[in-house]
């Protein structure tokens, strides 16, 4: 939908602002969980409560999440665990490996929370939903009241604290949540929309511009130059001069800014016009049986992907390379395009293409970090042209088999079935040395309570 | 002569989703006639699924483990397996997850002329009382337990 006729469509009962200056007949609202990795190993582990706590990436490389204790001691985010370890050991930091499958879990929760709330939600990111509150004003006394009830709830429910913000455009109610979050008076909710403007204008004047979202380091520092420093800036900014200074995307910062909504819910996903599958390995991988073990798995997930939004992919690129980062090693990249004799969306058909693209390259002598494959060429399953002669990977016997397959991952977990298999362990995974259990999605995982 | 063969359970965990695969077992109302192609099809009501009789509220439930034997009268026994339900507010008389010195710790919740006391269903176990001014972190309230028996 553009943008003229969405702004052309009469909504009614929509909290308008106080003044004209932000009219706008769009009403969103974005929830977000706090340090949410790190409130998810919380719920789990009453222990953590209190402690400075930091989750780290995969391969336990870096900080990806911290508690406001670790932040109040100047924890940057992204801070390479290494260059932690003095002060870890100082102030009695716990780090925890990634464990995604609990994340997953307890993000859904609150996704299916948040839908009892609109019926317009976009999950925007593990962490994060943004909500189409049109026409939903009528049910409660404010939208800060709304704010405050799913709070409550999600809290309640899940044990997870999150922060509300509302305003007439997806940017400002992004804006909104930051506001929540950073002044306690707010409680957690802050309607942007209903505020009374010479209180807006304070608090706006107050945020650097680096807090919008979309803006990026080199925009910041452009605008910076420009001599505009806050958002309260930005937003007396003209249009014209933003588009001609930065393109259109800034332009529709700005309007968004002045609670002119640009961006519409993006409820359902749009298809993926690639597929990266690709991981760092926990140690470096020398054989081609290793590097080709990976390579399967990693085109395993990436066609998995490409059937679950029903596409089919015409050519898989296959990469591998040292660490860059280890300079007194020998380095070697190399990549591969492998098309396909025909557009397929078989895991047998890409994994072979893959282990195919993998001989190509591959040299032996050399340490390897990572190795991936990206699906290329993707389209439509439904819309694909036939060909006259044999097909690979295509037609009923392919699709029942991947089907049963993908049911059967699904059910008793990934990797029951899988092509090429060989015996674990796997040298190449990733390395989760502190990892909490996965607390809500195995049996034998499942938490611990005493009666004594 | 007829053996009787271990069956033998797949050692692999199976997901927990809050969502799991239910496992249908059709209900029928008349024994099937052997041999008569088969009349019982339209007796076949729905299927029973021990998910929706144990959990009412998924999004907040939550299973744990049972260790210890304090709660055995309330037929809570050591190795059951907990349904814990975040929605319920917690009330006088019901069998809760409480936390105490940073450990999960399963109790009925009396709360009387406004004392609070978690107590064992087990006369071997003394109770926990609490002062006017304590607090009392509960993290939900138990409404099932399953147990398995090894066969």
């Not at chain 1, 336990?60 to 870890?88: H, I, Y």
């Not at chain 1, 969306?345 to 190795?371: C, E, M, N, S, V």
Request: net charge positive; hydrophobic share 40%; with cysteine.
């Amino acid at each position: 939908m553009g943008r003229g006729d969405r702004r052309g469509i009469a909504l009614r009962g929509i909290a308008m602002p106080a003044s004209g200056e932000t009219a706008s007949q769009q009403i969103f609202a974005l929830v977000d969980v706090n340090n949410f990795y790190v409130s998810c190993e919380r719920v789990f582990n009453p222990a953590l409560e209190a402690r400075p706590v930091v989750v780290l990436s995969n391969n336990d490389g870096c900080a990806v999440a911290r508690s406001n204790e670790v932040k109040a001691l100047g924890v940057k985010m992204g801070t390479p665990w290494f260059q932690l370890a003095a002060l870890a050991r100082q102030h009695g930091i716990v780090a925890l490996s990634s464990n995604y499958a609990l994340y997953a879990d307890m993000s859904s929760r609150v996704v299916s929370i948040l839908r009892e709330y609109s019926p317009n939600v976009e999950v925007y990111s593990i962490d994060e939903s943004f909500l189409g509150l049109n026409g939903l004003d009528s049910l409660w006394p404010s939208f800060a009241d709304m704010g405050q009830s799913m709070r409550q709830r999600v809290l309640q429910w899940t044990g997870l604290p999150v922060c509300v913000g509302v305003g007439p455009s997806k940017t400002l109610a992004k804006l909104a949540n930051h506001i929540a979050k950073k002044n306690p008076r707010f409680n957690g909710v802050c309607d942007l929309a209903a505020m009374q403007p010479p209180e807006r204008g304070s608090l706006l004047a107050g945020i650097e511009i680096g807090e919008v979202w979309g803006v990026g380091r080199r925009i910041e520092a452009h605008l910076q130059a420009a001599g505009i420093r806050t958002v309260k800036d930005l937003r007396a900014a003209p249009s014209a001069w933003l588009r001609s200074r930065f393109g259109v995307v800034m332009e529709r910062t700005g309007s968004e800014l002045r609670g002119i909504s640009c961006l519409a819910l993006e409820e359902v996903a749009p298809a993926k016009k690639q597929i990266i599958a690709s991981r760092s390995f926990g140690q470096p991988v020398h054989a081609l049986p290793d590097l080709s073990e990976a390579l399967v798995s990693h085109a395993s997930r990436a066609a998995e992907k490409l059937r679950s939004q029903d596409g089919i992919c015409s050519a898989i690129h296959v990469f591998i390379h040292t660490n860059p980062f280890r300079s007194q090693d020998p380095q070697y990249s190399n990549s591969i395009v492998i098309p396909l004799p025909n557009a397929s969306a078989d895991t047998r058909l890409l994994a072979r293409a893959a282990l195919f693209g993998l001989q190509k390259i591959y040299r032996p002598g050399y340490a390897y970090k990572k190795a991936g494959v990206m699906l290329m060429g993707i389209s439509d399953a439904q819309s694909a042209q036939g060909s006259l002669l044999l097909e690979h990977g295509k037609g009923q016997r392919s699709e029942g088999l991947m089907k049963a397959m993908d049911a059967l991952n699904r059910r008793y977990g990934r990797q029951t079935i899988s092509v090429f298999a060989s015996a674990a362990p796997k040298s190449w995974a990733m390395r989760r040395e502190n990892m909490s259990p996965c607390y809500t999605t195995r049996w034998s995982d499942v938490p611990v309570v005493h009666a004594r | 002569m007829a053996n009787i063969l271990p069956f033998r359970s797949t050692p692999q965990p199976r997901p927990a989703a809050p969502s799991p695969l239910p496992c249908p077992l059709p209900l029928l109302l008349h024994r099937i006639p052997a041999g008569f192609p088969s009349p019982a099809d339209e007796y076949a009501e729905s299927a029973l699924d021990l998910n929706t009789y144990l959990v009412r509220n998924k999004t907040a439930t939550f299973f744990f483990r049972v260790i210890g034997d304090s709660m055995t009268g309330a037929n809570i026994h050591d190795g059951d397996l907990l349904v814990v339900d975040r929605s319920i507010e917690p009330r006088h008389g019901h069998i809760v997850l409480a936390v105490i010195n940073n450990e999960y710790t399963v109790k009925r919740l009396h709360r009387l002329n406004g004392v609070i006391e978690l107590r064992a269903d087990n006369p071997a176990y003394p109770s926990l009382r609490f002062q006017e001014n304590d607090e009392v972190q509960i993290w939900g309230v138990v409404t099932g337990a399953v147990s398995r028996f090894a066969v």
